[in-house]
Each structure stands twice: as C-alpha cells, then as structure tokens.
C-alpha cells in the first residue's frame, strides 16, 4: 500500500469573484490540495465555524490585502459594509487576519496584495499573518508559501523585507513610549483610563468606581496630562498601543460604551 497523501485545506478569501474562482481552480489542481473560496470576511468566517463543526478545519487562508475595500474618487480606499447573516460588518483583509488569529489560532494566514506595501504589509504580520505574497506572483511562489508557512515560516517578498522592520521597529519604539507613560499613572488613574478605553463617560465613571463625577473629571485631567494628550481619544488611542484593555463590563450592562466621552475636545 502506497503512503497516504497529507492534504491541505486551502481556503481562498477574496471579493473579487473571478480572481477567487480561478485560483482556487489553479490550487485544487495540485494533488495534496483541497481547496474553496469565499467572497467576503463574514462569508470566510461561516466557512471556518462549518468546517470546524465537520472536523474538516482548513489549514491556511490566502486573504486579500484589500477585502471589503473600495476606492473613491480621491484615490483614497475605505471599508464598506458587508452582510453577515444579515448584520452589517466592516471586515477588511487585516482585520479578516486579527479575527483567524484570535478565533482559530491553528489555522494559518497569508496575505495576497496587488502592491508591496511596507505599511500594511507590517501591520497583517502584527494581525497574526505568516506571509504577504504578491497575487501575480508563480503558481509554484504561492504553493511555497503555503507550504512553508505549514511549518512556521514566516514569508516575505525581499524588496519588502527593509521597509517592514521599519515599521515593526517603530511601532515597538511607540509601544515602548506609550508603556512607559501608562506606567506613570497611579492605579486609580489606570482604573479611569480603561473606563476611558471602553467609551464611558465621566458620569458612568464615577458610578463604576463609586466616586464623584468631580473626583472623576479630577483623574481624567490627570491622566491627559501625564500622558501627554489633550483630548480623551488621544488618550484611548495612547491606551491601545501600550496594550491596555478596556474596564470589563458590570454585570447588569447598566454601564455600556456609548457614552458621551468628548465634546469638542472637552470631557463630558
């Protein structure tokens, strides 16, 4: 008896139905390769739950850098809605990564992009992708990187390879500030900065941590000030690169984000 054949699950994530078709048509005609294709983030998601389900879990995802994604008269390109199950989703090809990475770490990623992007190409390694490969890239280039990322490669073309550890440099320089400052708050400042962090505003602050809505408005200017920002999204976003999560939520949901944090640059 021949030894079995180890086949791997390629599921193909773009929204661009030809490109979609005919690359899972160019895979699925390789012997070791079981492959489908998804036209949307929602769609694929669908797919990896009904797969999983089945005891079938796909490998590798090749996912569009620009899934979801339009262009606009400016040139400027933007996430639009896609349905899912009848909810709106933005889901763009980095956050599709993010949500894999997150959901069904086992299942590898690999971004397909119709340009070297430096900027982007950093950000889907930081999402959690093993690879940015060029969609006009070889048949045979592609299967490589599939194959190779099965073994925990991590795949890159050269030209891009300077550009990303610029970026990835930088944003750990920025981490690092960011952490730093953060580490500057007291633990009550840290407490009011991730009620901050999850959109509560100074009045549902104070009902959170049993103080006074002045006492509240007190630790906020506080902490805009040791952090260095004049406004309370600059200090959420401040927040986010130094890794600090928002408040877990109260247990009745009276304490929802979606309050009112900022008017003007002012504290509500």
């Known amino acids: 008896m021949g030894v079995p054949v180890v086949r791997i699950r390629v599921l193909v994530v773009d929204d661009h139905r030809i490109f979609a078709e005919s690359l899972a048509a160019a895979l699925a005609a390789e012997p070791d390769v079981d492959v489908a294709a998804a036209g949307s983030g929602p769609a694929a998601l669908r797919c990896l739950e009904r797969a999983a389900a089945e005891g079938r879990g796909y490998d590798v995802m090749l996912i569009d850098a620009e899934l979801g994604i339009l262009g606009t008269a400016g040139g400027r390109r933007a996430p639009v809605p896609v349905s899912a199950d009848g909810e709106s989703a933005r889901v763009d090809g980095i956050s599709l990564v ?37 969609k006009d890239c070889s048949l045979q280039r592609l299967l490589t990187v599939i194959r190779g990322v099965l073994r925990d490669e991590t795949h890159l073309p050269p030209a891009l390879l300077t550009g990303v550890l610029r970026e990835l440099t930088a944003a750990r320089k920025h981490r690092s500030e960011s952490e730093q400052l953060v580490e500057s708050l007291t633990p009550r400042e840290r407490e009011v900065l991730r009620c901050m962090v999850a959109g509560l505003g100074r009045k549902a602050v104070a009902e959170r941590l049993f103080l006074s809505p002045h006492t509240v408005r007190t630790h906020m200017q506080n902490v805009l000030g040791k952090l260095g920002v004049h406004s309370t999204l600059a200090a959420v976003a401040l927040a986010r690169r130094a890794g600090v999560g928002p408040a877990d939520p109260v247990p009745d949901g009276s304490l929802l984000a979606g309050n009112v944090v900022e008017r003007g640059g002012q504290l509500a």
């Open 98 to 134: 993010a949500g894999v990475r997150s959901g069904r770490p086992s299942v590898r990623t690999v971004v397909l992009a119709e340009k070297d992007d430096p900027v982007r190409a950093a950000l889907a390694l930081q999402a959690g992708a093993s690879g940015w490969v060029a």
